[in-house]
């Protein structure tokens, strides 16, 4: 089923955090290594993307939790299945495998649940994380110039991914927590040009940016109305923020971008701001609460949540906006 028919009679709700449901089986190095990598010569405890190959039930169960809790659309445990960013653990021949395995696990999910219930169908986004190098910032500050990939590079990790994700049976693709915009037209690029080099038909985009603090900008400088116009020739299916902020601090910029947009704005904040220890205490009613203010004022059209959201919150946050209305795409007349 087309999601945009969906869009147009409510609002959709998107999962939790991945990483944080990971946290709770406190897996062991033993775990994440499985048999398959037993011998492998360096730690890969925290490699949550090797999950998908070699504890792929407790990564199906985080995603049956998810969809139970009344989310539609839920994402692939491909957050860092990148050539690039698996070069930290030196698992860059397996990303590809990762891309498909975890496609394929998340669409067993979604597919059990609409057949459930076909009247509320289940989606599969494709995450598409922002890779752990930037093509906009030198991580030499004795060297301004200097770039630690090129934009080739990133686009031909991506597009690998891309084609794993497709080809594990994804029905959207998130290009999401992006903190430079360059690595997001790296990743819109190679979504062009798997569809244009396998003459496939094209999957929905879904771009979700991350301003990184008060200052309302993305870490690469952008205000968010510039982030928006340097993505926007993607013609994606939406846009919108996730992650660093909490979302009482996010509520001004969701008001902003629903008020440039003109495809259909999405939200997942974190649970609060992280604690002294790294945690979010944000509780499941708080974040529900912010996040039905949006849905009542008409900024928003995909809910969810960001890191340190659960099962729980995404609950409640169904809960809180099933009664509103999604928020109708505007008529922006052009300036010029």
């Not at 109708?328 to 007349?333: I, N, S």
């Amino acid at each position: 089923m087309d999601i945009r028919n969906e869009l147009k009679k409510r609002i959709l709700i998107i999962d939790g955090a991945m990483g944080t449901m990971i946290q709770r089986y406190k897996l062991t190095e033993e775990d994440y290594r499985g048999e398959r990598f037993k011998n492998w010569p360096s730690d890969i405890k925290g490699n949550n993307e090797i999950l998908s190959l070699t504890q792929p039930q407790i990564i199906g169960a985080i995603h049956r939790e998810y969809l139970e809790a009344g989310a539609d659309i839920i994402e692939t445990n491909t957050f860092s299945a990148t050539v690039i960013a698996q070069g930290e653990y030196g698992m860059q021949e397996f990303a590809y495998e990762q891309n498909v395995a975890s496609a394929r696990i998340a669409r067993e999910a979604t597919d059990e649940y609409t057949a459930k219930d076909p009247s509320k169908p289940r989606y599969v986004a494709g995450a598409i994380g922002p890779l752990n190098k930037t093509l906009s910032l030198s991580p030499d500050v004795n060297n301004p110039g200097y770039r630690a990939l090129t934009f080739d590079e990133a686009m031909n990790g991506y597009y690998d991914q891309v084609k794993g994700l497709v080809e594990g049976g994804v029905h959207l693709l998130l290009i999401e927590t992006i903190f430079d915009t360059l690595n997001s037209k790296a990743a819109i690029f190679a979504i062009k040009k798997f569809f244009h080099d396998t003459k496939l038909p094209e999957l929905p985009i879904m771009i979700s940016g991350t301003i990184t603090d008060a200052s309302g900008r993305t870490l690469s400088g952008q205000t968010l109305e510039a982030f928006y116009t340097s993505v926007m020739h993607a013609r994606p299916l939406s846009i919108g923020l996730n992650c660093a902020l909490g979302a009482n601090d996010m509520r001004a910029h969701i008001e902003e971008l629903s008020q440039i947009a003109a495809c259909y704005t999405s939200a997942y904040p974190n649970a609060g701001l992280p604690n002294a220890m790294g945690e979010y205490d944000e509780q499941p009613e708080q974040t529900a609460h912010f996040i039905e203010e949006w849905a009542q004022q008409g900024f928003v059209n995909i809910v969810g949540g960001c890191c340190g959201t659960t099962p729980d919150h995404i609950r409640h946050i169904a809960e809180h906006v099933k009664s509103f209305k999604p928020r109708e795409l505007p008529v922006l007349e052009p300036s010029l």
